[in-house]
């Protein structure tokens, strides 16, 4: 069973930095492709950040680029979104995922379908 719990959020205020973690449990953590996607209220969940599985190549929604960087550290099993200079409407539930994929190595679309688990999010406000 594949479990993923994020934690690091908070309440902040604009132009402040948040490491948001996501510990992941189960099989192997190298054949899973991870993502951070995040929901601000009334609005669908949104692509942020995606990182192959072994940290090699990532990639980003156009408006995070520059401010957030996504990482992992396959011997803790964890991986990281980095969020500098965070604004109002970064304020959004951070969800972290996971899509098993042991033979191919890349990263997956923005596509929230594409990702076969998901953690219970964490809450980031950013306060102007």
């Known amino acids: 069973q594949v479990l993923l719990r994020e934690s690091g959020g908070g309440l902040v205020q604009a132009g402040d930095s948040l490491r948001l973690s996501c510990a992941y449990s189960?099989?192997?953590?190298?054949?899973?492709?991870m993502a951070w996607f995040r929901q601000a209220p009334g609005k669908e969940r949104e692509f942020v950040a995606g990182?192959?599985?072994?940290?090699?190549?990532?990639d980003y929604a156009d408006s995070v680029k520059g401010q957030f960087t996504i990482s992992r550290d396959n011997a803790k099993n964890t991986v990281y979104l980095q969020m500098n200079n965070l604004k109002p409407d970064d304020t959004a539930v951070y969800y972290c995922?996971?899509?098993?994929?042991?033979?191919?190595?890349?990263?997956?679309?923005?596509?929230?379908?594409?990702?076969?688990?998901w953690g219970q999010g964490t809450q980031v406000t950013v306060s102007s």
């Open positions: 990182i192959s599985q072994s940290g090699g190549i990532t």
């Open positions: 189960g099989r192997t953590f190298t054949s899973y492709v």
């Open positions: 995922a996971a899509d098993y994929r042991p033979l191919r190595v890349g990263i997956r679309g923005p596509s929230a379908s594409d990702y076969d688990y």
